[in-house]
C-alpha cells in the first residue's frame, strides 16, 4: 500500500499546476494521502480500544516495547510528524514515558489521531509541495506525512501480532474472507 501511495503522490506533486481545478479535499496528492491515514487511524485506534489493561502492559519478549508502549509512541510520533507538517511546535510530548495504564494512553492516541486529521484535511497539494526542514533534512510537507503513514504502518504491524498472541483478530482483518 505504502509504495502506490508514494507513487501516486509523487506523480501528483510533479504534475505542473495540480490540483488547480480541485477543491483541497479534492485534490489527488492529499486525497490518497488522507485516505491512508483514515485507514491506518481506524485500523490502529479499533486495536487499542480492543486491547484490555493487562494487554497493554503485555510484551511478547522481554526486549520490545509493551503494547501500551508501541500505542503511546505512535501518539508521540504523530504529534511529531503533523507539527511539522503544519509548521508548528509538538503540542504535546513524552506520551510514552508519561503515560502507562490503558486509560491514560487510549485518549492521548484519539487526540493525536485528531491533531493529525486535522493537518492532512487543510493541506492542500500546493502546501503538501512546500519543503520544509524535519530531522535536520529538506522535504516537502507531502514526504512527512507520507513518512507519518509509512511509521504507524509499520507499527500496525506490530500491533497484528500482538493482538494474535493474546488470542485477539486485528481490525485490519475482522471480517476479511
Same mark, same amino acid.
Given at each position: 500500500?505504502?509504495?502506490?501511495?508514494? &507513487? =501516486?503522490?509523487?506523480? #501528483?506533486?510533479? !504534475?505542473?499546476?495540480?490540483?488547480?481545478?480541485? $477543491?483541497?479535499?479534492? @485534490?489527488?496528492?492529499?486525497?490518497?494521502?488522507?485516505?491512508?491515514?483514515?485507514?491506518?487511524?481506524?485500523?490502529?485506534?479499533?486495536?487499542?480500544?480492543?486491547?484490555?489493561?493487562?494487554?497493554?502492559?503485555?510484551?511478547?519478549?522481554?526486549?520490545?516495547?509493551?503494547?501500551?508502549?508501541?500505542?503511546?509512541?505512535?501518539?508521540?510520533?504523530?504529534?511529531?510528524?503533523?507539527? &511539522? =507538517?503544519?509548521?508548528? #511546535?509538538?503540542? !504535546?510530548?513524552?506520551?510514552?514515558?508519561?503515560? $502507562?495504564?490503558?486509560? @491514560?494512553?487510549?485518549?492521548?492516541?484519539?487526540?493525536?489521531?485528531?491533531?493529525?486529521?486535522?493537518?492532512?484535511?487543510?493541506?492542500?497539494?500546493?502546501?503538501?509541495?512546500?519543503?520544509?526542514?524535519?530531522?535536520?533534512?529538506?522535504?516537502?510537507?507531502?514526504?512527512?506525512?507520507?513518512?507519518?503513514?509509512?511509521?504507524?504502518?509499520?507499527?500496525?504491524?506490530?500491533?497484528?501480532?500482538?493482538?494474535?498472541?493474546?488470542?485477539?483478530?486485528?481490525?485490519?482483518?475482522?471480517?476479511?474472507?
Amino acid at each position: 500500500m505504502n509504495r502506490l501511495i508514494a &507513487a =501516486a503522490m509523487f506523480i #501528483a506533486l510533479r !504534475a505542473p499546476g495540480a490540483g488547480a481545478q480541485t $477543491t483541497a479535499s479534492q @485534490e489527488p496528492a492529499m486525497l490518497a494521502a488522507r485516505m491512508a491515514n483514515g485507514q491506518l487511524t481506524l485500523w490502529i485506534t479499533k486495536a487499542a480500544s480492543q486491547m484490555d489493561e493487562a494487554d497493554y502492559a503485555f510484551k511478547p519478549t522481554a526486549d520490545v516495547r509493551s503494547f501500551g508502549q508501541v500505542i503511546a509512541h505512535i501518539a508521540d510520533q504523530n504529534y511529531i510528524f503533523c507539527s &511539522a =507538517a503544519k509548521g508548528e #511546535a509538538a503540542p !504535546a510530548r513524552d506520551i510514552e514515558k508519561s503515560r $502507562t495504564s490503558r486509560d @491514560e494512553i487510549l485518549p492521548a492516541l484519539g487526540e493525536s489521531m485528531r491533531y493529525c486529521d486535522d493537518v492532512y484535511a487543510a493541506t492542500s497539494d500546493e502546501r503538501a509541495r512546500t519543503t520544509i526542514k524535519f530531522m535536520s533534512t529538506p522535504m516537502p510537507v507531502a514526504a512527512v506525512l507520507l513518512f507519518r503513514t509509512h511509521h504507524n504502518s509499520l507499527h500496525d504491524g506490530n500491533i497484528v501480532t500482538y493482538m494474535r498472541l493474546r488470542g485477539k483478530v486485528p481490525p485490519s482483518t475482522a471480517g476479511m474472507p
